[in-house]
């Protein structure tokens, strides 16, 4: 069924980009935003899919918005392994191999002006 006839014109997508797999508790909504690389790839499916999908909405005349995380990657307490598509990271010591990213690409509270660091 079509979402066009039912007053739609636009649906907004989580975070296609890999995450981290969160199983405590089991595969939560925020799972989606806990980013380990910016490869298409998460618990929605792969880039070809997403593609897919982007494309047939397209054609039926329904507008995709994905959410983005944007300068934002899984916290340190997120602890080390394997994201939903197999790539390695180790967010306690901030390294995303895959990016790549490390722990010179982060910064701390001490530099920046604001106060919430």
């Not at 014109?9 to 989606?32: F, K, M, T, Y």
């Not at 300068?71 to 790539?87: F, L, P, R, V």
Request: hydrophobic share 30%.
């Amino acid at each position: 069924m079509s979402l066009v006839p039912l007053g739609y014109g636009a649906v907004q997508v989580s975070p296609p980009n890999e995450h981290r797999i969160i199983l405590e508790p089991d595969r939560p909504w925020h799972e989606r935003y806990q980013p380990v690389s910016c490869m298409i790839e998460s618990r929605s499916g792969n880039r070809d899919e997403f593609v897919d999908m982007v494309d047939g909405c397209n054609k039926a005349g329904v507008r995709i918005y994905a959410d983005v995380n944007i300068n934002h990657m899984t916290s340190e307490d997120a602890g080390s392994g394997y994201a939903i598509g197999g790539s390695y990271y180790d967010a306690s010591i901030k390294r995303f191999p895959v990016v790549p990213f490390n722990s010179g690409d982060f910064h701390g509270p001490d530099e920046c002006s604001s106060n919430d660091g």
